[in-house]
Every structure is written in C-alpha cells, then in structure tokens.
C-alpha cells in the first residue's frame, strides 16, 4: 500500500505587514532582514482555524472529493486556538469530514512528521486524509523583539492525500529529533517564542542536510536527481548551505519566504504548492521535503510528483 496526493491548497490572511511596517517601530531595518532572512513581508491574522479550513477547503476542492470521504484529518499546529479542544475538532466540524481528527506538534518539522504519519494510516485505516499545517506565530510573537518579530508570520497549507494498492508517491522518510537542544527554541505557554537565532542557525542546516541524506540513501537517490527541494522556510541563507552541502542547486529550492515570513508548519505545504502552481513539476520528478524546527525535530521525505 501506499499513499498518493490528490489534492492541494493554501491560506494567508489578508493583511500584509512589510519590513518597513516593521521599521517604523523596531530598531532595525528592510536590507538587514533581507540580507540576514531573505524575508520582505509577512502575512499577519485570522486564526488557526480560519487557516486551516481555508487551506484544507481549497485542497478538498481542488481534489474534487466529497469531504464526507475523507476519514481522518491531521493538523500539524505548534499554535492552536485553544488549548482544549484541539483545533483539529473546529477544522474537522467546519469542513465536513467524517471520521476523526488530531492535533500534532512536532514544531517546524510538524507538516512532515503529518504526512509521515498519513502514510502510514492509510495503510490500516481510512482511504483518504487531510493533512493541514497552519499557524498563527503573529499571536506568540513579542512585537518589540527585533530577534524574532521580523522572521514570523501566519498561513496554512493542506494536502488531500488517499491510498493505492502500489507504492504510492511517498518513496522514503526520516524523522528524527535532539531533545538537548529544546531549549535554544521555546515558548511558554501565554508567553512569546524566545530563540538562539544563530545556535538554531548552525544546527538547523546539518540536521536538514543529515536528515536529507538519510531519506536520500534509503530511496536510492542521487542529489543531482531531485527535481524540487521544498525545506522549511526560516532563511534563505539556510536553504542555501543546506542544497551547497547537499551538491542540490540552489535554483531548485522552492521559496515563498520573501513574502510570508517563517510560518512553522504551514511553510513547506505553502513553497509546495506555489511550486505546484508555477508548473515546476512534472509528472515522475522527485521532490524531497525537508524540515526542521523546536525541539529540536527534523523530518524529510522523498516524494515522486503525479499530478
Ligand atoms: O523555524 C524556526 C527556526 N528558526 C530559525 O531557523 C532561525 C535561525 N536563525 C536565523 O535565521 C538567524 O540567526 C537570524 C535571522 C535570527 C539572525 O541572523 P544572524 O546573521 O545570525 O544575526 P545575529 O544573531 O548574529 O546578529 C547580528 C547582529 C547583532 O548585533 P551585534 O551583536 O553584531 O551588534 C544583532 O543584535 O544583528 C543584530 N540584530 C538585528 N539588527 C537589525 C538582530 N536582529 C536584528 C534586526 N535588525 N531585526
């Protein structure tokens, strides 16, 4: 068994916050976050749940099916609406799925460690999954902090995703994580996220590059073989030493970064089907997701695109 996608889509809420929106009350400035980030303006507002059933309708739409037959949804989320209920009970309410639903917060990682896990329920149990990663970071950000207040932002990103009796599009995977780094990234609860911007920096390229490899080697897959690298978008600079030390070209990143800030787990859904929608697939490519975030988490996997 395994799992093929069927359907994609996005949300971002209307509202657009640019660097010079933020100049006006923090002491920094556009070309420093551009230069250091690669990050021009971020979406700010609505709620997760707003986001999620925006990205999640679209996907459904775009899929075609009832969404009575979608039997399992799954949001990865690091920034719920509540803390009881999950969020997932709205999202699931609001779209009509049947079946259950769940939270998951794997940070950053959080849309990869879903589409994992997907993958592997399909195999035992419903025929067809919403996989959602949305976030509303803008809510656990402190506005007067120049460290963090110019990278986040908030969005959503959905796949409808079903089993096949073959092996499906998900060729191989990597999870993973390193407990003794949770602290250099965290929030506590009511409070605003707190981060070593250059500890999480350094880390964050050799377990995207380590985890890359890994799903890589288990596929059999040459680098120079990847059509689109979709990694999660925190900074540009990141991405870049990530595919140099990979031996990917740099071109064959997918970026939406410059215009929607790091947005956790709704960034790779987000670069994935803005890459959709160019038209930079084609039916057979590989594309290799690869995410990293608090925790610390990583996660890639190894995807062969059929539209
Ligand atoms: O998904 C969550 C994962 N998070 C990340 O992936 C974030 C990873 N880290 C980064 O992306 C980068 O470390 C940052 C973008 C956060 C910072 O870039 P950096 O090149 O590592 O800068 P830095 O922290 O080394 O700071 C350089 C200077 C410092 O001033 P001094 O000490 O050299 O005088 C900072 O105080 O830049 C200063 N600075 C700023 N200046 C203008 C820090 N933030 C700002 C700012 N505007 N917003």
């Known amino acids: 068994m395994g799992m093929r996608i069927l359907g994609w889509g996005t949300a971002l809420p209307d509202k657009v916050v640019t ?3 933020l100049e006006k009350t923090l002491d920094t400035s556009d070309e420093w ?3 250091r980030s690669g990050i021009r303006e971020r979406r700010i507002g609505d709620s997760t ?3 999620a059933v ?4 679209a ?4 899929a075609g099916v009832d969404p009575a037959s979608i039997g399992l949804m799954i949001l990865a989320t690091t920034t719920p609406d509540q803390q009881v209920p999950a969020t997932s009970a709205q999202v699931h309410h609001e779209l009509g799925l049947s079946g259950g639903a769940f939270d998951l917060n794997a940070a950053c990682s959080g849309f990869v460690y879903a589409l994992v896990t997907a993958n592997a329920m399909l195999s035992t149990g419903p025929n067809r999954i919403l996989v959602v990663g949305a976030e509303t ?6 506005w007067t902090d120049r460290n963090t207040a110019v990278l986040f932002g908030d969005g959503g990103g959905a796949l409808v995703v079903e089993s096949v009796p073959d092996e499906g599009q998900l060729l191989a995977w990597d999870l993973g994580l390193d407990a003794e780094a949770r602290h250099i ?3 506590d609860h009511g409070g605003y996220i707190k981060m070593d911007g250059r500890e999480v920096f350094k880390r964050a390229v050799r377990v995207m590059v380590d985890s890359a490899k890994r799903t890589l ?7 120079d073989e990847v059509k689109l690298l979709v990694p999660h978008q925190a900074n540009i600079r990141i991405i870049q030493a990530a595919c140099d030390r990979l031996g990917i070209d740099r071109e064959k990143a997918a970026l939406v970064m410059h215009r929607t800030g790091n947005t956790s787990s709704a960034s790779i859904p987000l670069a994935l089907v803005d890459a959709i929608e160019q038209g930079r697939l084609e039916d057979g490519d590989l594309v290799l997701l690869a995410g990293f975030g608090a925790g610390m988490t990583w996660g890639s996997a190894l995807i062969r695109w059929q539209a």
């Open 19 to 21: 660097n010079a929106d």
């Open 217 to 223: 080697e288990q596929a059999k897959v040459r680098p």
């Open 49 to 51: 749940t707003d986001l």
């Open 137 to 142: 970071l803008s809510r656990i950000t402190d």
């Open 185 to 187: 990234l965290q929030a």
């Open 33 to 35: 976050i551009i230069e």
């Open 54 to 57: 925006g990205a999640g309708r």
């Open 59 to 62: 996907a459904i739409e775009q």
